[in-house]
């Protein structure tokens, strides 16, 4: 079996303005430049067989590369306590175009539909239970509410194997497909 799923990632420059952001919550997990991605899609655990469809299927999607920009931060959080920090990326229509596209993939390949609602981010840190209410992350938010960036390209699709461990889940690209870009 292995864990798969499909992302965006953003270019040196952006990783760099996003790492920078990256502090003032003392218990906080940050991501390290290799996990900074944009998900398209979870796919989760699947055998061998499957991952050669899915990216069989992967490599037939054609799209536009999104132009987007970074656009502000948020939080996610699970039974009233917030366990993850994360940067927004706008506009939505490219990417939701992308994601369908991914998705529809995922699905050719023997998938069941995404079913969860679309909310193009880049994961920054997860949080331990312990960290849920903690007056820093209000301050982070507030810190770093006016985060942005000009406008980028994420120029490939890739698709990532998780392999989770005591430290969390490092990801190790497994192919990579260019996405269209003009000019």
Request: proline share 8%.
């Amino acid at each position: 079996m292995v864990r798969l799923f499909v992302a965006l990632r953003p270019p040196p420059a952006i990783r760099d303005l996003l790492s920078d952001a990256m502090d003032g919550v003392p218990q906080a997990r940050w991501q390290d430049d290799e996990q900074l991605h944009l998900t398209l899609r979870f796919i989760g655990e699947v055998d061998r067989p499957v991952a050669e469809d899915i990216a069989a299927a992967l490599g037939q999607v054609h799209a536009p590369a999104p132009m987007v920009r970074l656009g502000g931060v948020g939080t996610f959080d699970r039974r009233g306590r917030v366990d993850t920090l994360w940067a927004g990326v706008t506009p939505h229509d490219a990417l939701a175009h992308l994601h369908r596209k991914v998705d529809q993939a995922c699905v050719r390949a023997g998938l069941a539909p995404e079913s969860r609602a679309y909310l193009p981010h880049i994961t920054l840190a997860r949080l331990p239970g312990s960290a849920g209410h903690a007056p820093e992350i209000e301050g982070w938010r507030a810190v770093h509410a006016g985060l942005s960036s000009e406008p980028f390209t994420m120029a490939h699709l890739v698709l990532y194997q998780s392999h989770l461990g005591h430290g969390g889940a490092s990801y190790e690209p497994v192919m990579r497909w260019p996405l269209e870009t003009g000019g």
